[in-house]
């Protein structure tokens, strides 16, 4: 399982087909890609490691303080792109990527273990498998990817 965080300012999508809207102020924006091996055990430990990861500023402005320490709010896109391969012509090869079945379950379970970590009204989410409009507002700006062992 691969994560890229972003910590923001603030975040939001936009589903137009879907009449579907969802946004957050601080906290992370968190595109979450699912590989054919993942289980629930690394959505677990992905959810875990975004939930401790210190990436906000105490302060002193050192990076020493989690989504839970500030209270923040997290806006979760499901993202099968992050396992794109391109080491072979110019086009990406998705066949890392679960299947969408699997891709949506292990999904649901990482954003459940999120809203465990967090609290339910801290975790939005966008919709698996629509095309989304995503506002990132990329505060720092601070990028970190997390992956599963």
Known sequence: MR??????SEGAVTIKEKNYSAEIGKGMVILLGVHEN?????????????????IFEDNENKMNLSIKDIKGEVLVISQFTLYGDTRKGNRP??????????????????VERLKANIGREKVKTGIF??????KIFNDGPVTII???K
């Open 93 to 110: 090869s998705f066949t890392q990527a679960a299947k969408p079945e699997i891709a949506n379950e292990l999904y649901e379970k990482f």
């Open 3 to 8: 994560a890229l965080v972003q910590r923001v």
């Open 146 to 148: 997390v992956e599963s």
């Open 129 to 134: 498998g629509a095309m989304m409009q995503v």
């Open 38 to 54: 993942d289980g629930i055990e690394e959505a677990n430990y992905v959810a875990d490691k975004c939930t401790n990861l210190r």
